[in-house]
């Protein structure tokens, strides 16, 4: 059975680091891109970061880039988004999700998704 199961979340003040994890069971990353996504109360799911299927490219949202970084471990078969100087606005529920499509900013042609991990940055 293919499974995404995010971990790391949690409360964080303003300026703070999280580091998310994303783990795969069932299938490998490969030849798969990876998306992380954010969702606010009352707001729509959003692109925070997404990396192309063959590893190269990276990309982010303008109101992540500079702070927010993506990485993987093949050996773990884990996809991390390092979050560094976190803002109030970061506060959402993150995902992380695949497609065997092109990696896209928006939830579109990400056949698998994570149960989601709660990020709040809070003073």
């Known amino acids: 059975q293919l499974q995404l199961v995010e971990s790391g979340g949690g409360l964080v003040q303003p300026g703070g680091s999280l580091r998310l994890s994303c783990a795969a069971s069932?299938?490998?990353?490969?030849?798969?891109?990876i998306g992380w996504f954010r969702q606010a109360p009352g707001k729509e799911r959003e692109g925070v970061s997404c990396?192309?299927?063959?590893?190269?490219?990276?990309y982010y949202a303008v109101s992540v880039e500079g702070r927010f970084t993506m990485s993987t471990d093949n050996a773990k078969n884990t996809v991390y988004l390092q979050m560094n100087s976190l803002k109030p606005e970061d506060t959402a529920v993150y995902y992380c999700?695949?497609?065997?499509?092109?990696?896209?900013?928006?939830?579109?042609?990400?056949?698998?998704w994570g149960q989601g991990t709660q990020v709040t940055v809070s003073s």
């Open positions: 999700a695949v497609s065997r499509g092109l990696a896209l900013l928006l939830p579109i042609g990400y056949e698998y």
């Open positions: 069932g299938f490998t990353f490969d030849n798969y891109a």
């Open positions: 990396l192309s299927s063959n590893g190269v490219n990276t």
